[in-house]
C-alpha cells in the first residue's frame, strides 16, 4: 500500500499571501488529521476529519481551515499567512475516528517571507 | 488547556547506556501512543496502550502507561545509534483531541 502523500513538498510564500496544502492518505483510511510542527511549539493539533466532516479543531485562528473530500483526501488552507505560519504542516491518516495507529506523511515545509 | 510534557527536553547516552523519556499530562488520556521522528523525518509509530498500568515489550523498548492514565514511560535498554531521533507520546484527552507531548530528543555517541 502506498503511504500518506502530502503536496507540495515544500513552499515559499510572502506575507499576507495564502496557501492550500493537499494530503492523500492510505488507500482505505477515512480519518485524516493535520498538525503543524515548529521548533519552538513541537507538535500541535490543527483539525482532524472523517467522512467529509471536522470532527475535532485545535486551538488556531480561523484562517487555518480545512476540507475532506469523498474520497478521503484533504486539503487545508492558510490565509492571510503570517511569518509565523513558517512550519512543517503534517498529515496523519488513520483507518477510523479516534481510533489506532496516525500514518504521518512526509510534510509540507512552508516558508513564509 | 491541556499540556502533555515530556522530560527530558535532550538527553545524551553512550552506546550501549540506557534511556528513559517521561510523558506527563495535566489529564487523564484515553490511550497513550508513542512515536519516533528521525533528523529530518516525520513522525513514526511505535505502540499503543489503552489500559491502565499497561506494559508492552519491542525488542529493546518497554513502554508504560500509568495506573492513572495520565503519565507515560518510554525506556530502550542498551542504547544503539540507530536509536536517534525525537520521542513523542501523544494521546486522546479533552475533547477527544490528540495531543502531542514535547518531545525528547535523544543523542546517542558511539
Known amino acids: 500500500k502506498a503511504g500518506v502523500t502530502q503536496t507540495p513538498r515544500y513552499l515559499i510564500k510572502t506575507r499576507g499571501q495564502q496557501v492550500t496544502l493537499s494530503c492523500s492518505p492510505i488507500?482505505?483510511?477515512?480519518?485524516v488529521s493535520w498538525y503543524q510542527q515548529t521548533p519552538g511549539q513541537g507538535l500541535q493539533f490543527l483539525f482532524e476529519?472523517?467522512?467529509?466532516?471536522?470532527?475535532n479543531k485545535g486551538n488556531f485562528p480561523g484562517r487555518f481551515s480545512g476540507r475532506q473530500f469523498s474520497n478521503s483526501r484533504s486539503e487545508m488552507n492558510v490565509s492571510t499567512l503570517e511569518l509565523g505560519d513558517s512550519a512543517l504542516y503534517l498529515c496523519?491518516?488513520?483507518?477510523?475516528?479516534?481510533?489506532?495507529?496516525?500514518?504521518f506523511g512526509p510534510g509540507t515545509r512552508l516558508t513564509v517571507l | 488547556g491541556q499540556q502533555v510534557m515530556q522530560i527530558p527536553q535532550y538527553q545524551h547516552v553512550q552506546e550501549g547506556e540506557d534511556f528513559t523519556t517521561y510523558c506527563n499530562s495535566s489529564?487523564?488520556?484515553?490511550?497513550i501512543q508513542w512515536y519516533k521522528q528521525r533528523p529530518g523525518g516525520h513522525p513514526v509509530f511505535l505502540i499503543q496502550?489503552?489500559?491502565?498500568?499497561e506494559v508492552k515489550k519491542q525488542k529493546r523498548l518497554t513502554f508504560q502507561f500509568g495506573e492513572a492514565k495520565k503519565n507515560s514511560s518510554l525506556h530502550i535498554t542498551a542504547t544503539q545509534t540507530t536509536d536517534v531521533g525525537t520521542y513523542f507520546c501523544?494521546?486522546?484527552?479533552?475533547?477527544?483531541?490528540?495531543?502531542f507531548g514535547t518531545g525528547t530528543s535523544l543523542t546517542v555517541i558511539p
Open positions: 496523519a491518516s488513520s483507518l477510523d475516528l479516534h481510533g489506532g495507529t496516525q500514518y
Open positions: 488507500s482505505g483510511h477515512r480519518s
Open positions: 476529519y472523517f467522512s467529509e466532516t471536522q470532527r
Open positions: 489529564t487523564t488520556l484515553s490511550n
Open positions: 496502550l489503552v489500559k491502565s498500568g
Open positions: 501523544a494521546g486522546r484527552g479533552t475533547g477527544n483531541q490528540f495531543y
